[in-house]
């Protein structure tokens, strides 16, 4: 064994609620454990990383890791958390992000087949499609009391709630389906651990009930805490949407942006949780940035650490060089190594103006650029001045009066970027 998985996560702030015993059960001999992921989507987003990193830690410390997809369960709909039920997909939508979630998986889990602690991907899907209803409330049904399932929280608060629709069946027997999938697992893969966000107790300990109840044997339940940030603003989220790990849904320019924008107080809480640093070189970023909190450099490492596991150096480097562009001092060859995404995401919001890339042949004048054909300063009076004082550059390089634009000053075929000053961006789109 190569470290103690409980007192690694411990110290890292990503235990919840662990049922007792645990970590003796662990310490015993390699075990295996497994996390549900919700297959509703083609990509993971940042939510479901703390997951994650719990599995990468339990295959680091000898044990083997079981990432199963809720191919079946994604079906149904989970309610727990939820005000409504999920969209439910077909099985061709489900294999397709099956595949796509393995492949993000990798990145973190080592599924080299040699090893005996080598991670699996399963899908509950494989063997709950050919589960007749009359089987499954015979086999599985009967071993659970509906006041059991009635005291679940998850259950509890829907019940509860001023909600119209109340919860249906489907959601209801949400539980079983998933305890059913803890016993499977325990039965083919001697899976006796499974672990999951805060909000997934209720169902976790409907598994192990039925482990204990129709097989006799024993299950355990560990759960990490759901990530809240200090802002009360939901972690994971922008005023966009999710911050995926599919590079073609949040560019990793966007993605770096995200953790290098984190408070201190944040920050000091998901390096631990984020990033494979040690103990003691957390604590000693953390001292270092507490002496000079301006410098950011617990967000800077955090990022650095996140975007280069999930986008690799290369990512990571290209999404420094695109915040360079916006924060720091670059050139026009700069802004040339953005492809078309990053360079919109980098000058998102600024103003932009769509203009005929014919009139390029035309002469095509700064005064025209700053006012007459876009409208970005006032007056061609006012572009003249700014001109004259020196204060208009084009693709980051200075330009006078007598400066014209041609195709040759466009970005990607198609942008030019125009600043006043330091402070006022604006972008012509030329189609």
Request: aromatic share 10%.
């Amino acid at each position: 064994m190569k470290n103690d998985f409980i007192e690694e996560v411990t110290w890292r702030g990503m235990i919840h609620d662990v049922m007792p015993g645990t970590q003796d059960h662990l310490n015993e001999s390699p075990r295996a454990a497994y996390v549900g992921i919700d297959p509703t989507a083609d990509s993971l987003h940042i939510g479901h990383l703390v997951s994650v990193m719990m599995l990468r830690h339990f295959q680091l410390a000898g044990h083997k890791p079981v990432a199963l997809v809720g191919g079946a369960t994604g079906m149904i709909g989970d309610p727990s958390g939820k005000s409504q039920e999920r969209n439910l997909l077909d099985e061709a939508t489900l294999r397709h992000n099956q595949n796509a979630l393995k492949a993000q998986l990798s990145k973190f889990l080592e599924f080299d087949a040699k090893e005996d602690n080598s991670a699996i991907l399963v899908n509950n899907y494989d063997w709950m499609k050919d589960f007749s209803f009359l089987d499954f409330i015979r086999d599985v049904g009967k071993h659970i009391t509906v006041n059991y399932m009635m005291s679940k929280e998850s259950v509890k608060k829907r019940l509860s709630s001023e909600s119209k629709e109340g919860m249906s069946f489907t959601e209801f027997t949400y539980q079983l389906v998933q305890g059913y999938d803890f016993l499977h697992l325990y039965r083919t893969q001697k899976c006796t651990l499974q672990m999951g966000g805060s909000d997934q107790w209720g169902n976790i300990t409907t598994g192990t009930e039925l482990i204990r109840r129709i097989d006799q044997g024993k299950g355990f339940a560990l759960t990490c805490p759901l990530i809240t940030k200090a802002d009360g603003t939901k972690f994971g989220k922008t005023a966009t949407g999710n911050i995926w790990l599919d590079p073609k849904k949040t560019s990793p320019y966007k993605f770096y942006q995200y953790w290098i924008n984190t408070s201190d107080e944040d920050a000091e809480i998901f390096i631990k949780i984020f990033t494979f640093l040690s103990q003691k070189e957390i604590s000693d970023l953390v001292n270092t940035h507490k002496e000079q909190p301006h410098l950011r450099q617990l967000q800077s490492r955090l990022a650095d650490e996140i975007t280069a596991a999930v986008h690799s150096k290369k990512g990571l480097d290209k999404a420094k060089e695109a915040s360079q562009v916006l924060f720091g001092k670059s050139t026009e060859e700069d802004l040339a190594k953005l492809d078309e995404a990053t360079f919109l995401d980098v000058f998102e919001g600024v103003p932009l103006k769509e203009l005929s890339k014919e009139i390029l042949n035309d002469n095509f004048d700064m005064i025209a650029a700053l006012s007459a054909e876009t409208e970005f300063l006032s007056s061609n009076g006012e572009a003249r001045r700014a001109l004259k004082e020196n204060s208009i550059s084009v693709n980051k390089s200075k330009v006078g009066l007598d400066y014209t634009l041609t195709e040759k000053d466009l970005i990607n075929g198609k942008y030019v970027l125009i600043n006043k000053g330091k402070k006022n961006t604006y972008l012509i789109k030329f189609n």
